[in-house]
């Protein structure tokens, strides 16, 4: 034991044992309790943070895909409103179109009609011209060769018949 007297670990052992005493005795164990309590209650308090934020997270990537689909949804009902007032306007613009044409070969005939009409129109004239030019040639031919011509008294006998009549 003399040995153990003389040794400084011993010394330094018993002081350890004796602060120890001395602190607990102070009640120096239950602030450290307390204190890690403390730490513990702020420790759980950020985890029930950071679990109240993740299922925030959750709730609004849940919100976020259900507005991502709807917007799909609604894409397609838009593309397919659109397709079809695409196929209307194209049904659309084919009556139109078909109805031009027809109105514009109504036009056309029409005007085709009217240049029959007047083509014939000018060969008719030009064919009365044309009898009347020769009428006035075979006329002047027999009125040269003859004093009177029977034609002619006849047609005036007629003019002068008429013209009585008629008063």
């Known amino acids: 034991m003399e040995h153990l007297l003389t040794d400084n670990h011993f010394y330094v052992g018993a002081a350890l044992v004796v602060l120890l005493a001395i602190l607990m005795a102070a009640g120096v164990h239950k602030l450290a309790w307390a204190y ?3 730490a513990g209650a702020k420790v759980q308090a950020q985890l029930d943070e950071a679990a109240s934020l993740r299922k925030e997270a959750q709730d609004l ?16 009902a838009t593309m397919e409103a659109a397709k079809a007032e695409a196929a209307r306007m194209q049904s659309e613009a084919q009556a139109n179109l078909a109805e031009q044409i027809t109105r514009r070969g109504q036009l056309a005939e029409r005007r085709i009609a009217v240049a029959e009409a007047q083509a ?19 006329l002047a031919g027999r009125l040269n060769g003859a004093k009177s011509d029977p034609l002619i008294d006849q047609a005036l006998e007629q003019l002068a018949g008429r013209a009585f009549a008629a008063r």
């Open 36 to 38: 890690l309590g403390d």
């Open 61 to 76: 990537l849940a919100q976020i895909k259900e507005q991502r689909a709807e917007a799909e949804r609604q894409a397609v």
């Open 120 to 138: 014939a129109a000018d060969v008719k004239a030009a064919a009365a011209d044309l009898a009347t030019q020769m009428a006035e040639q075979v």
